[in-house]
C-alpha cells in the first residue's frame, strides 16, 4: 500500500508544481505524454523492467519516481510498525505522502505549494480531534494545538527576521507537522523542532562547501524541516531522556 500511495505522491510532485489537475487522469509519460498501461504503472516493479525507460518514446525516467515510492512504502512501514492499527497511525500515513511530496517539490522547485501545506492543517487537525474523542484526552488535542503554535510561531519569527533566508511556505509547513507533533508529546515536539534546523544547518554547510562560495547559495529547507518531525515522531522520547539524563549527570 505505501509504495501504491508513492505512485500518487509523484503524480502530486509532477503536476502541482505545473497547475495541473491532479485528481483525475490517467498516468503518462513525463516526456511524450502518452498515457500508460496498467502494466506500466507498477511501482518500482514497472520502472525496472523498462529499464528507467518510456516504452513509448524510449526517453528516460527520472528515478525520482521509485525513489519517492521506496521511501513512502518504508515509511508507511515504519508507521505501521510503531504505532500499530491507530489514530495516529493514519495522521502519520497522511503525513508519510505529504512530507515526501513537499520535499521532492521543494528540492526541484524551490516551494512548498499551498495545495499541499493548507489541507493537511485540515486533515491532521480532524484526526487529532478524532483521537482526542476517542481516547477522551482532551489534552492531547490542548497540546496538538499549544505544538501548532510553537513550531508555526517560531519558523514565523524567522520568517519576518530572515525573509530572504526562508520561504513562507517553511512556516506553513511548521505548523501542521508542529499539531502531529504536539499530539505525540513534548518530547517529539521538542526534538523534532531542533531536528529541523541542525539537518537543515549541516546540508547548508556541505552545500557552501561544495560551491566554494558563501554567498548566492540556493538551499531548500523543507526536506530538512520534514526530516526533523520525522526524527522527533520516533526518536523524540529517547533522545530526550538521553539529553536530560546526560544534563543531569553534568
Not at 78 to 94: K, Q
Not at 175 to 188: D, I, R, T
Not at 223 to 231: D, E, I, K, R, V
Request: hydrophobic content about 55%; aromatic content about 12%.
Amino acid at each position: 500500500m505505501g509504495l501504491l500511495w508513492g505512485s500518487f505522491a509523484n503524480v502530486l510532485i509532477v503536476r502541482i508544481p505545473a497547475g495541473e489537475q491532479w485528481a483525475r487522469g490517467s498516468s503518462r509519460c513525463p516526456r511524450c505524454s502518452h498515457d500508460l498501461a496498467w502494466f506500466d504503472n507498477i511501482p518500482v516493479v514497472s520502472w525496472v523492467l523498462l529499464r528507467g525507460k518510456c516504452r513509448y518514446c524510449s526517453q528516460p525516467i527520472s528515478a525520482q519516481y521509485p525513489v519517492v515510492e521506496l521511501a513512502v512504502a518504508a515509511l508507511w512501514a515504519a508507521v505501521a510498525w510503531r504505532w500499530g492499527v491507530s489514530i495516529t497511525s493514519l495522521t502519520w500515513l497522511y503525513l508519510a505522502i505529504v512530507t515526501v511530496a513537499l520535499a521532492a517539490i521543494d528540492l526541484k522547485v524551490r516551494r512548498l505549494p499551498n495545495a499541499l501545506t493548507y489541507p493537511s492543517y485540515a486533515v491532521v487537525g480532524a484526526l487529532v480531534v478524532t483521537e482526542a474523542l476517542v481516547d477522551g484526552d482532551a489534552w492531547l488535542a490542548a497540546r496538538s494545538l499549544i505544538g501548532a503554535l510553537v513550531l508555526g510561531g517560531f519558523y514565523g519569527l524567522m520568517w519576518l527576521m530572515f525573509p530572504q533566508g526562508m520561504g513562507l511556505g517553511d512556516v506553513k509547513a511548521a505548523g501542521f507537522l508542529g499539531l502531529a507533533l504536539g499530539a505525540l508529546g513534548w518530547p517529539a515536539l521538542a526534538v523534532g523542532a531542533i531536528a529541523g534546523p541542525l539537518i537543515g544547518g549541516l546540508y547548508g554547510v556541505v552545500a557552501i562547501a561544495r560551491s566554494r562560495k558563501m554567498r548566492g547559495v540556493s538551499i531548500p529547507y523543507g526536506p530538512w524541516l520534514m526530516a526533523g518531525a520525522w526524527l522527533g515522531a520516533f526518536a523524540g522520547a529517547p533522545v530526550a531522556d538521553w539529553y536530560l539524563g546526560l544534563a543531569m549527570g553534568a
